[in-house]
DNA sequence: CGCCGCATTGACGTTCGTCAAGTCTAGTGG
DNA sequence: CCACTAGACTTGACGAACGTCAATGCGGCG
């Protein structure tokens, strides 16, 4: 019944999110003769500033020095190290996580393709947090200098970076939101919807995802022990709202789950 | 006994906190003759960057369009309005909120002269929060377009900027672990500590405190209920750790509240 | 002086955490 | 290929922490 869950629309080889954009599959073909550069990534609509003139898109590519494999359970960066740069996903799936002095740790988001991590060790130089792969993945290395410096020039790649840090921050009110006045069923729904709503926008379906995270890494999110977690699966399956096989879920009522999280009262 | 509590260490004829260095006490004898100027604001530490050359700190001035005046609770913007500024809060307490379409809301900050609101508005030129004074305010109002503009051709401010913003993300990570993982009298006890630990780096007494917000208010950030916050003070003032008197607050053991916060393992 | 919003306190109920037992699955090594 | 194992997941019983509801107190403001 699952089977076909991990291959969702287009024909990906791999469960890797691997982002859409029919163009550029040809050059896709010599993955060893690409030059590392964003002007060719076909993740560019996520992670950079979109209308740009050629020339302008010639510079951008200064901004990534580098590309970096991480394998899965190791960590990107971790809190206390120097921060130099930020990091693009081009594959793979993160988590963040802060820990507390006494051992407690609290994970404060999931990155996928085309987003950015790293923002935090800006303010002190260092970073608070750690990025942990939880696949195999690659990122892009972009050293902050450099982003300085080109940002200064080029209008819109400053417009971008200040609304990356601006979009984390709103991200982050709304896990404050749900943290704050959020049943666990809503946390969960909530949680549910913006996973697949992310997964659509890079051509993954609607209605199936595969879960990169444990229950346990659920739960750490959305501030609810990894039994509960559990329990409120299997609620939903048992109110015919999602199928769930370990790591892969079929959301059946997308609406049911909007109901969820967002209760309207009817009288 | 708390009579002196809104009077601490200075002698301020209100209970604004408003800030230290008592080198610019002169000027501020005629308040209607002062420039609406960075370049000598005696809160410039907290909200510009530090070691401007003069003639930076000459440009830094055309940040600020003006100064704007707001009303205990009125709003300085709302979920859904245009973006254009920033806002450095000169005197006052604010506190931001957003709220789920069904009408729950939950505070997402506490802000206090120095600090600089607005940053949610960036990425979708809409503000997604509302700021509300928690008693009559004064703002400096800074046009986006002009701090980016400016941060093209002075560098510290560039860095600052990106350093405000980090900051807030660090500032809401810590919040996520506070939500998520600690039990009400740790979220309590946190929240003083913070609150008197950014009062006292405004010269305020680094032991008493006058709250601004109301228990639901506090209640709403924590992520708990008005009776809860109630009831973890009146058990921090049957365990001798602080004396509250309404909004007065007289903390008594410092250490004992950093205990409750991260408690040492000892063995 | 009386009203109203805010705060406190108590009694009780719900939700979620804790502890424990048991199942499933993927990966490993014979 | 299959048995074994460790880690992840599920499920149940119980209890603690916090929410809800309601009564009461306090203080500031008109």
Chains 1, 2 share one sequence.
């Not at 979109?50 to 898109?57: D, M, N």
């Not at 060790?121 to 942990?132: M, Q, W």
Request: glycine letters at 6%; one cysteine or more; aromatic letters at 4%.
């Amino acid at each position: 019944m699952f089977d076909q869950a991990t291959k969702p629309n287009h024909t990906s080889h791999t469960h890797t999110p691997i982002a859409i954009k029919p163009a550029a599959d040809a050059v896709d073909m010599h993955p060893q003769a690409i030059k590392v550069a964003c002007s060719n990534c076909n993740l560019r609509e996520l992670c950079m500033p979109l209308g740009l003139s050629p020339v302008e898109l010639d510079r951008i590519d200064d901004v990534v020095a580098s590309r970096r494999k991480i394998k899965r359970g190791a960590t990107l960066f971790r809190n206390g190290e120097k921060f130099h740069n930020l990091y693009a996903i081009r594959t793979g799936f993160f988590k963040t996580c802060v820990a507390s002095e006494d051992g407690r740790d609290q994970v404060t988001g999931f990155q996928m393709a085309g987003e950015i991590v790293g923002l935090d060790g800006i303010v002190n130089e260092h970073h608070t947090c750690d990025a942990v792969a939880l696949e195999d993945a690659e990122v892009c290395v972009m050293p902050f200098d450099r982003i300085e410096e080109l940002s200064r020039e080029v209008n819109a790649l400053q417009r971008h970076v200040h609304k990356i840090m601006s979009r984390e921050i709103v991200r982050e009110n709304g896990v404050m939101l749900l943290l704050g006045s959020m049943r666990a069923e809503e946390r969960l729904a909530a949680f549910l919807l913006n996973l697949v709503q992310r997964l659509h926008a890079r051509g993954f379906s609607q209605s199936e995802l595969v879960l990169r995270m444990t229950r346990e890494e659920i739960g750490s999110y959305l501030g609810l022990k990894l039994e509960t977690v559990s329990r409120t699966f299997s609620k939903f399956v048992e109110d015919g709202i999602v199928e769930v096989k370990q790591r892969h879920v079929r959301i059946l009522n997308t609406e049911a789950l909007k109901e969820i999280v967002n209760p309207k009262v009817c009288d």
